[in-house]
Every structure is written in structure tokens, then in C-alpha cells.
T-cell receptor, first 115, second 109 residues
Framework: ETGVTQTPRHLVMGMTNKKSLKCEQHLGHNAMYWYKQSAKKPLELMFVYSLEERVENNSVPSRFSPECPNSSHLFLHLHTLQPEDSALYLC??????????????FGPGTRLLVL | EDQVTQSPEALRLQEGESSSLNCSYTVSGLRGLFWYRQDPGKGPEFLFTLYSAGEEKEKERLKATLTKKESFLHITAPKPEDSATYLCAVFQGAQKLVFGQGTRLTINP
């Protein structure tokens, strides 16, 4: 266990549904991240939060909406998704928020299927 | 634009057969190169960080090395439990990691 948990582990949703992914880190870190991992493609950074402020939005469509209520929790709200959004969504955290080369620790991921 | 390329895409070895995985990168001013291991259906597990050319790090049967243009992950006498996808990433600044596509390693008993 890395100290980063994600729920749910698996999610199936229709294109008109609204759902949320949850991530919690128990490492006392200050930065949290959302990544998307699709088959045959490298991990794609979606969002970065540093001390609960969003510092990076990597050209992600507005149907993905992140929320970071505190430094331990991160959510990804999903609405009107497309089938091509089906992927493994990974949460990660790192110690510092200063932009240093801190190791990122990943959760187990949420496997999302959009029908 | 920063790029990370891993080769081979897939590698199949017999148990005990040593080999190396390659990660080549183009980045201005490398500030860190990371190796992760990922098992199917799981998140990446951190292995090593390398910061400067000539640096080496070891963990059990794995050794990571770094030059100015590439990194190698050497696996010595691998076991079936070493089967996984190995990911390389470079630090781009502002907490951004750029990942390669990974090498899928299979060790046959």
C-alpha cells in the first residue's frame, strides 16, 4: 500500500450520468494529481493541486471537474462523459508544493467504463 | 517539446535471463528521472529517482543507470514475479512528470 486510496475501484456509467471519483492520501503530502491512463498511451496529467489550489489544468474538457477540499482529499466529478473517456484514472500525491523534484506516489486507480 | 521514449515495447525473458530496458529522453535541463513498476489493474509503484549522469541505484534484482540522453533499467537473473510494465518519467518542472509508454516485461518460469 502506498498510502493513497481511491474509490470506487471500478465504475460503469452512461453518458448522461454524473459520478465522482474520490482520492485520499495518508502521507501528509501537500500536492495531489489526477492522471488518465488509456490503453497503449502514456499516462496523461490532467490536474495538479498544490496546497489545495489548482496549479495545472492540462487542457482537460470541462466534463471533468476536480475539487480539492483539503490537502488530503481530491475528487474528480464526471458528467456527460463520452465512450473515449473510458480509462484508468489514477490519483497521486507528493510531499512538496514548491515545484521540486518530489516523488509522486500513486493510488490503485479507478477503472472507468463509459457506455 | 520534452519527450520520453521507452524500448522495447514488450520483452519476454526466461527466468534467470538478464536484460536491460531503455528510456531515452529529450528534455532541457533534466531535473529528475523516475522509474516505476505497474502491475495489471494497479497504480504505478515507485522504484527509483535519478538526478545526474553517472548516477546508479539498485534494488534487489534491479539497477537503474543514467546518462545525459538515456536511462537503463538492468534486471539481473529475473524471476516470474518481476513481470510487470516498467514506466519511465522525466520531471518537467512545476510538479509535472512526462511519462513514456512503458515496457511490458514477461518472465517465463
Amino acid at each position: 500500500e502506498t498510502g493513497v486510496t481511491q474509490t470506487p475501484r471500478h465504475l460503469v456509467m452512461g453518458m448522461t450520468n454524473k459520478k465522482s471519483l474520490k482520492c485520499e492520501q495518508h502521507l501528509g503530502h501537500n500536492a495531489m494529481y489526477w492522471y488518465k491512463q488509456s490503453a497503449k498511451k502514456p499516462l496523461e496529467l490532467m490536474f495538479v493541486y498544490s496546497l489545495e489550489e489548482r496549479v495545472e489544468n492540462n487542457s482537460v474538457p470541462s466534463r471533468f471537474s476536480p475539487e480539492c477540499p483539503n490537502s488530503s482529499h481530491l475528487f474528480l466529478h464526471l458528467h456527460t462523459l463520452q465512450p473515449e473517456d473510458s480509462a484508468l484514472y489514477l490519483c497521486a500525491s507528493s510531499q512538496e508544493a514548491s515545484g521540486g523534484e518530489e516523488t509522486q506516489y500513486f493510488g490503485p486507480g479507478t477503472r472507468l467504463l463509459v457506455l | 517539446e520534452d519527450q520520453v521514449t521507452q524500448s522495447p515495447e514488450a520483452l519476454r525473458l526466461q527466468e534467470g535471463e538478464s536484460s536491460s530496458l531503455n528510456c531515452s529522453y529529450t528534455v532541457s535541463g533534466l531535473r529528475g528521472l523516475f522509474w516505476y513498476r505497474q502491475d495489471p489493474g494497479k497504480g504505478p509503484e515507485f522504484l527509483f529517482t535519478l538526478y545526474s549522469a553517472g548516477e546508479e541505484k539498485e534494488k534487489e534484482r534491479l539497477k537503474a543507470t543514467l546518462t545525459k540522453k538515456e536511462s537503463f533499467l538492468h534486471i539481473t537473473a529475473p524471476k516470474p514475479e518481476d513481470s510487470a510494465t516498467y514506466l519511465c518519467a522525466v520531471f518537467q518542472g512545476a510538479q509535472k512528470l512526462v511519462f513514456g509508454q512503458g515496457t511490458r516485461l514477461t518472465i517465463n518460469p
